[in-house]
């Protein structure tokens, strides 16, 4: 089993930043791709951003590009996402998960198996 645990959320005014962060603990040694999501009131849970084990490769949502950056510390077990110029529509429950398997495109919910318990982004215009 794998806990993952996510903290750094807050409210902030549009244009600013966050930084959010996830720290797994339990048999932590089998992870690989890490992802973070997001759900909005009334929405489907959404894929946000994704990194490999090695950190070396990146998935992102179109509408966060350039703006968010993912990046992970295995020493630590964690994930981190870096949140520049938010915007009112990033507003959401952000949700850390750990992907069990698949290969390619890491944007599948069915793909991960852990989930933490989220942390809500609240972005004022």
């Known amino acids: 089993q794998v806990q993952l645990v996510e903290s750094g959320g807050g409210l902030v005014q549009a244009g600013g930043s966050l930084k959010l962060s996830c720290i797994a603990s339990?048999?932590?040694?089998?992870?690989?791709?890490m992802g973070w999501f997001r759900q909005a009131p009334g929405k489907e849970r959404e894929f946000v951003a994704a990194?490999?084990?090695?950190?070396?490769?990146?998935y992102y949502l179109d509408s966060v590009k350039g703006r968010f950056t993912i990046s992970r510390d295995n020493a630590k077990n964690t994930v981190s996402l870096q949140m520049n110029s938010l915007k009112s529509d990033d507003t959401a429950v952000y949700y850390c998960?750990?992907?069990?398997?698949?290969?390619?495109?890491?944007?599948?919910?069915?793909?991960?198996?852990?989930w933490g318990r989220g942390t809500q982004v609240t972005v004022s215009s």
């Open positions: 339990g048999r932590t040694f089998g992870l690989n791709t």
């Open positions: 990194i490999t084990r090695s950190g070396t490769t990146t």
């Open positions: 998960a750990a992907r069990l398997g698949g290969t390619g495109w890491p944007g599948g919910i069915d793909d991960y198996g852990y």
